[in-house]
């Protein structure tokens, strides 16, 4: 069986006198022991005078060898789940019983049943049973009895008996391949049927509710670091002193569940230093809980936007962080085992360090493409309006491109430290226009720091010539992003004139410049497009 079968049985051909035990008694007894435990186990957690449950139990058969059992649930499961985990997983054991195994262990998602003819759990078994009746011994064949007639009836006798072995060894391996087949399709069909299981494959901690609850301060509100579309962010400290965010996920069903699938099956395997660190989950009834590494300075947008705050960024730390989310989106895009859209790159969605690196979080709108694939197609368009490409906005087209698109953004608004939107001024327009229409008048350096000194006002006009680079109507005049940190990293590289950018709105038409074949989307009449002259140069 492969990694990705979420029950495993591993099993060892039985040494010593195992092979002398008739097959049908060593079964019968296997099982007595097996179905003892998972009743012990399931009645044990009723008896507990704490409250809580725990489902455990542990027995023994006297046979010859010694047989033990043992049987769990996790505590947050209810009788009804403990019962059906079991219950699959004892189901799921018999086929081997009868080919007297030395031990076998199933592990299941959420519960666990193994025997073995050595002990393996500390202290006494919780239960002692007896050992099964043995079955009744056949008196010998009439055609087996030796006579007179010496050799020639001897190996008749011992050609029929190979025969009968030979035969019997091979519907036992006809048998175990059907019976295999079968049960991994069953399996799958169970693994696509519950996400969660899926999860439960993913490594990262289980947390206990009560736990975070404790961290959270019963998830005070004075606790509260942020709240967005699918739930509420707390901070916690945990008993050894860790810090930890935790996020509440509004509904367990729904879109509330695939956002915890989303987010658990992908951090648990991403590794990176932009990228925000998973470090577990709870899932208790209605709540469902994401826990991830705490940043203390929380996110972009309280440094490049909220003034009141104080935070200030210097260009050597504006750039630091343009560099890193490009690197973040490197990973996802072209050095992960999947490649991974994000689908929701904004400024309060990149969190910044102590180090002031910038990690890119929430993954809960994250769509992965398989090997070969360059695009998909999805129904409903879900994101941030200000950041999401036109082709996904209107078309609903996921492409890696879109998020270069909102990269592109972010790098305008790092630089130029405005929003992407319309200000309290109605004659206003979005930063995209604006930035665009300093860049064809070449009055582009009004918009940066004026105290910039002169190589971090050129690697400033840099930045914005990728950013506009990045926000073009065509998916395909954007440069991927590799690209797009070798134009970073190289100042040498020549970069080609941009053209003008998406959902473009100049102050004297109304036109939208945007990919669209329905004419009833654009806002106003066609209208030609200068030609482009940049007049203020910076290094290249």
Known sequence: MDLETWISIRISQAPGNVSTVPSAWFSAAATAVLTAVVDRALAAQGNNS???????????????????????????????????????????????????????????????????????????????????????????????TPDSGGAGNKTSAAGLSAGIACSVVLILVLWSIFAFVRFKRRTKT???????????????????????????????????????????VYKGILPDGQEIAVKKLLGRTGHGLQQLHNEVLLLAELQHKNLVRLQGFCSHRDDTLLVYEYIKNGSLDNFIFDTNE??????????????????GILYLHEDSSMRIIHRDLKANNILIDDDMDPKIADFGLARLLGE????????????TLGYMAPEYAIHGLVSPKIDIFSFGVLV??????????????????????????????????????????ENARNQALRCIHIGLMCVQSDANDRPSISSVIFMLTRDNMEIQAPAQPAFFFGRESAL????????????????????????????R
């Open 50 to 144: 704490t409250g809580s449950k725990k489902y455990f139990a542990t027995a023994e058969v006297e046979f010859d060898p010694k047989i033990y059992a043992l049987a769990q649930c996790l505590p947050d499961m209810t009788p009804a789940q403990c019962q059906g985990c079991l219950g699959t997983n004892l189901q799921n054991q018999k086929p081997f019983l009868s080919i007297k195994r030395r031990w076998i262990i199933g592990l299941e998602t959420w519960c666990n049943l193994r025997y073995s003819v050595q002990p393996f759990f500390d202290g006494p078994a919780m239960l002692l049973l007896p050992a099964p009746p043995a079955p009744a011994v056949m008196p010998p064949s009439p055609s087996a």
């Open 190 to 232: 169970t693994e696509d049927d519950h996400p969660l299981k899926k999860i439960a494959r993913a490594q990262c901690t289980i947390f206990d509710l009560l736990a975070l609850q404790e961290a959270t301060e019963n998830f005070s509100q004075n606790n509260k670091l942020g709240e967005g579309g699918f739930g509420i």
């Open 310 to 327: 104080g935070n200030t960024l210097n260009w050597e730390q504006q750039y630091n962080i343009i560099l890193g989310i490009a690197k």
């Open 372 to 383: 070969g694939h360059t695009n998909t197609r999805t129904a409903r368009a879900v994101g």
């Open 412 to 453: 305008l608004e790092i630089v130029t430290k405005r929003r992407n939107s319309s200000s309290d001024d109605s004659d206003a327009v979005n930063l995209l226009s604006d930035v665009w229409n300093c860049w064809t008048k070449g009055t582009i350096s009004q918009m940066l720091d004026q105290s910039l000194h």
């Open 512 to 539: 939208a410049s945007v990919p669209s074949d329905r004419s009833d989307f654009l806002l106003g009449m066609d209208v030609s497009v200068n030609g482009v002259t940049i007049t203020e140069l910076y290094p």
